[in-house]
């Protein structure tokens, strides 16, 4: 896989980024300092940031920077995960971001709170009553040995910024300690305290917590969490069915063995929407980028003929002489106009309508950036390419997404589950946990009583993979691509240096709580954002699949979408408007009830695996525990079908103990660490089935 660069691969998003920073600050005088975190000039790569403003994140929001998360380390600072350059890494440390950690590059696919014023504090608590403390949440859990505690506590003192709140523990020999919390607000809106999961000693069996205003809380014992584990498999279970990461191409060929091997319980169905394939109309660049430039683009996809045909331009060496287009033997030639001294007059803007105008059917131009009202050099000819690099193997035409239906009753007469996955085209963790589930549910049925019994009790839907076109160019192309392969952009956005940043956001092009209809997470406008919501509401096959297939099987009632990374367990409501951050509509006290319980079943499915815990502040709505998601699939499935739906963000960080530090795994870790994902999160999975037939059965 070739590495892209500043010109091609994230050019959208240094272009964006540059004039972000030229805005914000004024030009630095001196070198930037050496960052400490060494990506190289033209290297992609995933680098976890801290951001020396809020304003900055904002404008990166604005701009469409690829923002894979953002959030508060302990001492409070705003850390976001970007997508960038080493050139853009270069600029946001000399306008004052942080380097703290390169989760992943795209060449390998792998891999404080502002100090407070002491004095100004101590004259409000003086001024100021005493606040009241309450703990929303306490708990501990142990992994790997290392035992860890996470609290929440709001204080009643929301306006004030300067609050600190100390948590204490103690554990049952005696041993005490504490930490700081930090506040959190989201969208301008203060929320609680907190700080990320701390180390400790032992079990703490007390904690309270106590405020800079005077305030306390009542002494309580922190519960264990998740504080549920699943049966142990019996001896025989077979598991570990994955063995390498899979691309669209691998996950078709696994589906089509699963079919072959397992006919009486598995059917492979069809979704209805074909995808527009693997494909890219071709361009060529009809001049020099640097100087003056046209950019030519074929109408046809460039698999259907275009790959190959040249451009160029021609002096046609004598005065008085009309621009003309011709296109013969694969060739379009355009000959410049001449003034009375045989001097070309043609200008880039002429040059490209006339091309539009003459050849319609086979070609449209516009103007590169920069380039407008200039002479039209003497160039080409050109070639024109699409520009992808997936070897012959890989299919351009439309692809059909397909669904492992499983039971052994396949006929909707019993409660079913829909589990899907890779909506974004770069979690290439997230199909490996879906299929390594769907085998584990075929292979086990014959010998494993348990698995016999779900498979009686409740059917199961498993789409692997929901964005194919997507994770084909992630794998041949652009390893950190998040969208479709869809470009609705228009005008000079069409330039192939922005190729890495066209697509929709499958998981924003849904209908409820949407962009369209006002809520925040998605944009509408600009193409080249990594949330960019489409053309409209499910105006994208991949989307439209999703919605449609779970319409067409009314006895879907529980649904998991499987994402990464971050280790997050959620549920509706998913996006809220503004102002006022306000929420699509909160599921109701027994439903909210369901989703909790349910969750704490599948958290501890996951934890006994490898003791990976998914963290209570990570467990909840997503608008709640994340941001808001406009147009999300899971709000989809829960508003308009009443379906419980899910999301996992697989990828949970890990602890260092010789750092002290927690570290993000990325979208395409190492193979050991996805495969554990793999095994881990089927395990959730195989809980939602039986929170389902657990449903079913209370119910009927």
Not at 93 to 118: C, H, M
Not at 142 to 150: A, I
Not at 507 to 529: E, W
Not at 607 to 619: G, K
Request: glycine content about 8%; hydrophobic content about 40%.
């Amino acid at each position: 896989m070739s590495t892209r660069g500043w010109g091609n691969a994230v050019a959208a998003v240094a272009l964006l980024c540059t004039a972000t920073f030229a805005a914000s600050a004024a030009p630095a005088t001196a070198a930037p300092p050496k960052s400490p975190v060494q990506v190289a000039a033209t290297e992609v790569a995933l680098v976890r940031l801290h951001l020396p403003t809020v304003s900055m994140l904002d404008q990166l929001n604005a701009s469409g920077a690829d923002i894979a998360a953002q959030g508060r380390t302990p001492d409070g600072k705003l850390v976001a995960d970007l997508v960038l350059t080493g050139r853009d890494l270069d600029e946001l440390v000399a306008r004052g971001a942080t380097p703290l950690q390169v989760i992943g590059r795209e060449s390998d696919a792998a891999q404080r709170y502002a100090q407070s014023k002491q004095a100004a504090r101590a004259e409000a608590a003086t001024r100021a009553a005493a606040d009241t403390l309450q703990f929303l949440s306490a708990y501990w859990w142990v992994t790997d040995g290392q035992t860890f505690l996470e609290t929440r506590v709001a204080t009643t003192a929301v306006t004030d910024p300067e609050v600190e709140l100390t948590v204490h523990w103690e554990t049952a020999d005696g041993t005490a300690g504490s930490f700081p919390l930090q506040r959190f607000e989201d969208a301008g809106e203060y929320q609680y305290h907190i700080a990320l999961p701390q180390p400790l000693p032992a079990q703490p069996v007390r904690v309270t917590a106590t405020s800079s205003l005077g305030g306390s809380t009542r002494a309580i014992t922190p519960g264990a969490w998740p504080g549920a584990a699943p049966p142990e498999p019996p001896d025989g279970y077979q598991e570990d069915f994955i063995d390498a990461y899979m691309s669209p191409v691998d996950i078709k060929a696994r589906i089509a063995r699963l079919g072959r091997q397992y006919p009486d319980l598995v059917d492979v169905v069809n979704l209805p929407n074909k995808t527009p394939g693997y494909r890219r109309t071709a361009t060529a660049y009809l001049g020099d980028p640097a100087t003056a430039a046209v950019v030519v683009e074929s109408v046809k996809y460039g698999d259907q003929g275009p790959n190959g045909w040249q451009v160029r331009t021609v002096d046609p060496g004598r005065p008085n002489r009309p621009a003309q287009a011709t296109f013969r033997d694969r060739v379009l030639t355009v000959s410049l106009a001449t003034d009375a001294t045989g001097a070309v007059v043609s200008t880039t803007d002429q040059v490209a309508a006339l091309i539009g105008s003459r050849f319609p059917q086979r070609f449209s131009a516009f103007v590169e950036d920069g380039s407008a009202g200039l002479v039209m050099p003497v160039a080409g000819p050109t070639r024109m390419t699409d520009g992808l690099d997936a070897p012959a193997g890989v299919p351009h035409q439309p692809w059909t997404v397909q669904a492992l239906r499983i039971g052994a009753h396949r006929d909707g007469s019993r409660i079913g589950v829909l589990a899907y996955s890779q909506e974004h085209a770069r979690e290439w963790a997230t199909p490996l946990v879906t299929l390594e589930f769907a085998e584990r549910m075929l292979a086990n049925h014959a010998t494993d009583p348990e698995t016999r019994t779900l498979l009686e009790n409740v059917e199961i839907f498993v789409i692997p993979t929901a964005n194919p076109d997507g994770a084909n160019y992630s794998f041949n192309d652009y390893a950190f691509q998040r969208k479709t392969m869809s470009n609705h952009c228009t005008g000079a956005q069409r330039d192939p240096r922005y190729a890495d940043s066209w697509g929709v956001d499958v998981n924003r092009n849904y209908t409820v709580g949407s962009a369209f209809d006002g809520y925040v997470g998605a944009s509408t406008t600009n193409c080249l954002s990594g949330t960019y919501a489409g053309t409209a509401e499910l105006s994208e096959p991949e989307a439209n699949n999703i919605a449609t297939f779970a319409g067409q099987h009314s006895n879907i009632k529980f649904a998991m979408n499987v994402h990464s990374y971050g280790g997050y367990f959620m549920w509706p409501p998913g996006a809220y408007a503004m102002p006022g951050r306000i929420t699509l509509p909160r599921p109701s006290i027994e439903e909210s009830a369901m989703f909790q319980a349910s969750a704490k079943r599948i958290v501890g499915a996951i934890a006994s695996e490898r003791s990976t815990v998914t963290w209570p502040s990570r467990t909840g709505p997503v608008a709640d525990v994340l941001y808001s998601a406009a147009g999300n699939s899971a709000d989809e499935l829960y508003y308009q079908q009443g379906i419980f739906a899910w999301d996992f963000e697989i990828g949970n960080d890990r602890w260092n103990p010789a750092s002290g530090e927690w570290e993000g795994m990325g979208f395409q870790p190492p193979f050991t660490e996805a495969h554990a994902e793999s095994q881990e999160y089927a395990d959730g999975l195989t809980e939602l089935i039986r929170v389902a037939r657990d449903f079913q059965d209370a119910n009927s």
